[in-house]
């Protein structure tokens, strides 16, 4: 029997960050703090962060003159960002750097009197947050129906997208705006990281007998990825933690599993998971890591192994757009505000002062230590 992990199983840079945040400010504080919203889809994460004193609100009126609030990976509109800041409340911004890349693109747009589109689910988070910075003027669109049943005219519109939109569906809707309409510009922006998952969770259930998609009912990514791997595997469950997994889940038929992760996964999660399905499993399977296959002698035999090993090699990949990976500090200049930092491959990384911190009393010669090893996202 074979099991593979997906190499994107698990937390994206924009939820990995924004707990990031929230943790070291939380002890930094030693005080009660709080995040607009749930700052993840899982309930096992959040009640951690509950322990540790960081606590979800959903109405502004719930914060008081003082507090801190985490803004989540999802961002929020322009006319919220303005309340808080009248209300003195201390802002942590954690907004996804690729969302902000939307909220930008549909300011600089809006303000040059373009209509904006927005392809994406109009309830979710993200998508009501880039509307706001658009004066909530924007067309909504979420299914190709929706395109085909817009009453106005989109000549000479601009089309962002949600970044964890369905990669296939949104191909569908432009195809079908760019043959309806003139002058209308698209801004691919769904995340990288969000095609990755989204392509290699399709290619292990095309494969595996059985698919288990690791996430909350409530996450937008994790329904996209079921129905993605429910459309390739028809044995393909959608599961919040290992106590959802069903007892009567392995049968003699099951030789090729899958598992893959929606974006607010935790690692902790997904390894109980797996833990899980070797104890449900008779014959026994190994703990494996992420991209990694274990296999047994029945699959060595049966030569079903090849396309485990395609995929482990399809993991060994070079830099990308959206990726995060580590890379050690070589040195810095303060003309022209940038950190150089190696990333082990051709060119180096180059991090403006303004992304690399957001302290107002940093000071390049005693806070830049060359040598320092630090995470990185490539954009």
């Not at 698990?10 to 005080?31: I, T």
């Not at 509307?131 to 669109?141: H, P, Q, T």
Request: hydrophobic share 35%; glycine share 6%.
């Amino acid at each position: 029997m074979n099991i593979i992990v997906s190499e994107h199983a698990g937390f994206c840079f924009g939820v990995k960050n924004a707990v990031k945040k929230a943790l070291e400010e939380a002890e930094k504080q030693k005080k009660p703090i709080h995040t607009l919203g749930q700052l993840i889809h899982n309930n096992t994460t959040i009640k951690d962060l509950e322990n540790r004193g960081i606590y979800a609100v959903n109405r502004l009126d719930e914060l008081k003159l003082g507090d801190t609030v985490i803004i989540r990976a999802h961002g929020i509109p322009e006319k919220t960002e303005a309340e808080l800041k009248e209300k003195q409340i201390h802002i942590i911004d954690a907004t996804c750097p690729f969302v902000k890349k939307i909220h930008r693109l549909a300011v600089e747009n809006y303000n040059k009197g373009r209509k904006i589109v927005i392809i994406g689910d109009a309830n979710h988070p993200e998508v009501i947050g880039i509307n706001g910075w658009c004066g909530d003027s924007a067309v909504i669109i979420n299914s190709l129906e929706d395109a085909q049943n817009v009453k106005e005219s989109l000549n000479n519109a601009v089309v962002v997208v949600q970044t964890t939109y369905n990669v296939n569906l949104y191909k569908e809707i432009k195809n079908y705006l760019n043959k309806t309409y003139e002058n209308i510009d698209f801004y691919d922006t769904i995340c990288n990281t969000t095609i990755g998952r989204q392509e290699n969770a399709r290619k292990i259930a095309s494969n595996a007998d059985m698919m288990l998609v690791i996430g909350s009912h409530h996450s937008a990514n994790s329904q996209q990825l079921f129905n993605i791997c429910k459309g390739e595997c028809v044995h393909t469950y959608l599961v919040e933690s290992a106590d959802d997994i069903p007892h009567d889940i392995i049968n003699e038929n099951i030789k090729n599993i899958g598992i893959t992760a929606g974006a607010s996964t935790p690692d902790k999660v997904i390894k109980e998971v797996i833990g899980r399905m070797e104890e449900l499993n008779k014959q026994g399977i190994e703990t494996v890591e992420a991209a990694s296959v274990v296999d047994t002698p029945e699959s060595k035999e049966s030569g079903e192994k090849n396309f485990f090993e395609e995929a482990l090699e399809d993991s060994l990949v070079t830099v990308r757009t959206g990726q995060v990976v580590k890379g050690r500090i070589i040195s810095y200049n303060t003309q022209a505000q940038e950190v150089y930092v190696d990333l082990g491959f051709k060119i180096d990384g180059t991090i403006p002062f303004s992304e690399y911190t957001d302290d107002s009393d940093f000071d390049p010669e005693k806070d830049i230590k060359e040598g320092q090893e630090i995470e990185v996202l490539v954009v």
